[in-house]
């Protein structure tokens, strides 16, 4: 990147880690700070009730499922609610936020994921956090449920109160009142310094051992590449290549050169997406025989034209073709001859952005459709068997594949529907690599 000045903006627990970073690279650094412009009053009771709601208030929880729950006992006691969480497009999200911002309409209450501590200008009163643990996955891939950081909960609650808001001042509290007490101390705790950025291998480096190694695949690349390598321990740590290695597994069978096998992998999806995990092998396919992906190709498979969702499961499957269509535009700025149908794709991408919207302003009708009660359990329940039957049989016999050659126990995935021809799969040793998950910092590709 070529520019006199570059403005980097973050919390103070990063600043000493970016002033060591740009000591091996000779740049100058000069650290600005600002101060929160209005109070943030932490309340000493907790809400307690969703009847003790009012207008202003944003109920923050961790779980979708949590989301869909709150928003309906919220809109019992009369309230609209908007709602925003990390699934749904940023057009959905900036809509919702919009709504909510206008004291004319008749959205007066917010239900969302912390999605809108990231990019959203919010007219907030008073934040509640339904619950203060949040899941996350563990260096192993494991599920996880921790308290929130200072920093994380900082994030949140400092939503509340904007300057420049219609509030000049924010509230923040929990749910339970068990849970006011655990808030306090967090928000009292000084924040962790962030002490090391995450770094990744690059596709020449996967290229050097590929040399060396001519009949290993790209993940045992990658592994082998991670297991030997050795870092400087007090500024990096090796990025977790869980979603690389994935992905690199989903597609080895698939003949494609070194450095595109890698570059495929690091598109920004996860495997815990497997309607997405689909369409990448059948986007993966379709390259490997030089055929275009064209526009019309693309939309065959999703389902194309969409309409308004009736059903939460609907509204889920949207949103994966949503990332489905993020993918395309990804892959065509890499691969520009073989994804030529950029423009058309950001069109119908935009479309379905507005019918996606339209299902997130029903959400409490599309709640009542799957005739769910309030229990989590049976939510969870529900909504994955609903999820499930959308996804339709197809799609889980090719997972089911899928999932037997990552474990090395099945054949090379049969080829789904929509003009696949039969292929040979490629010889061992055409792999690649991919950006894993960050657990600490941010990723900086190539340094050893």
Same mark, same amino acid.
């Given at each position: ?322 990332? &489905? ?34 299902? &997130? ?88």
């Amino acid at each position: 990147m070529c520019v006199d000045e570059l403005h980097i903006c973050g919390e103070a627990s990063a600043i000493e880690l970016v002033k060591e970073m740009l000591l091996d690279t000779g740049e100058d650094l000069e650290v600005k700070t600002y101060k929160r412009l209005t109070t943030l009053t932490i309340q000493d009771q907790a809400l307690q009730s969703f009847d003790n709601i009012r207008n202003g208030d944003c109920v923050v929880a961790f779980n979708k499922n949590d989301i869909y729950a709150i928003s309906r006992n919220v809109e019992k006691r009369g309230f609209s609610c908007a709602v925003i969480y990390g699934g749904l497009p940023p057009g959905t999200k900036l809509a919702q936020a919009k709504n909510f911002n206008d004291p004319s309409h008749e959205i007066n209450v917010l239900v969302a994921t912390d999605a809108i501590g990231m990019g959203l200008n919010l007219s907030i009163k008073r934040i509640i956090f339904y619950s203060l643990m949040k899941p996350s996955v563990n260096e192993k891939g494991e599920k996880e449920l921790e308290l929130l950081s200072t920093s994380q909960a900082l994030q949140i609650a400092g939503r509340a109160g904007r300057f420049g808001t219609q509030y000049e001042s924010g509230e923040v509290t929990t749910f339970k009142p068990e849970d006011v007490s655990v808030l306090k101390d967090i928000l009292a705790k000084p924040v962790d310094p962030i002490e090391a950025a995450g770094l990744h291998p690059t596709a020449d480096q996967i290229e050097l051992f590929a040399y060396h190694l001519p009949n290993a695949t790209l993940s045992n690349l990658i592994e082998i590449f991670v297991s030997i390598c050795r870092v400087d321990d007090s500024l990096y740590f090796m990025c977790n290549i869980e979603d690389f290695k994935f992905l690199a597994d989903t597609i080895q069978h698939v003949p494609l050169a070194l450095k595109t096998r890698y570059t495929f992998c690091c598109a920004p999806i996860s495997r815990k997406q497997p309607f997405v995990c689909s369409m990448f092998l059948k986007f993966a396919r379709q390259f490997s025989r030089g055929e275009a992906l064209t526009f019309e190709w693309v939309t065959s498979q999703l389902g194309y034209p969409f309409t308004v969702p009736v059903t939460i499961a609907e509204l889920q499957h949207l949103e994966n073709v949503f990332d &489905v269509f993020d993918l395309y535009l990804w892959l065509s700025y890499r691969f520009k001859d073989t994804f030529p149908d950029n423009e058309r794709m950001r069109m119908a991408q935009r479309e379905l952005d507005e019918i996606i919207h339209e299902g &997130v302003s029903k959400i409490t009708k599309l709640i009542q459709q799957v005739n769910l009660n309030t229990s989590d359990n049976n939510l969870d329940r529900l909504l994955d068997m609903r999820a499930q039957e959308r996804l339709g049989t197809r799609t889980k016999s090719v997972l089911k594949e899928i999932s037997k050659v990552v474990q090395g126990k099945g054949k090379p995935i049969p080829r789904a529907s929509g003009g696949d021809e039969k292929e040979k799969p490629s010889p061992r040793g055409s792999g690649s690599s991919t950006t894993g998950r960050r657990p600490r910092g941010s990723s900086v590709p190539g340094r050893k």
